[in-house]
């Protein structure tokens, strides 16, 4: 009898990013006051973003 195969489970996906200056901190302090991990308010952040701009075409004004 063969033995039954694990399902698989898919790992969350990650990125790396770098933080202008001041953001990490801004980062934590939000975190603090909302007894919510830096992670947490991250993915929260990009989840209202992705909502908020969902299906229009967003001009990005990028800063020399």
């Known amino acids: 009898m063969a033995a ?3 399902p698989k489970v898919s790992a969350p996906d990650r990125i790396t ?3 202008a200056p001041g953001q990490r901190e801004a980062l934590e302090e939000i975190a603090e006051r ?3 991990t830096m992670s947490f308010v991250v993915r929260y ?3 209202e973003f992705l909502y ?3 299906g229009k075409q967003l001009p990005l004004n990028f800063r020399s």
Do not use: G, T, W
């Open 4 to 6: 039954k195969e694990k």
């Open 17 to 19: 990013i770098s933080l």
């Open 34 to 36: 909302n007894s919510a």
């Open 45 to 47: 952040a990009l989840n």
């Open 52 to 54: 908020k701009h969902e």
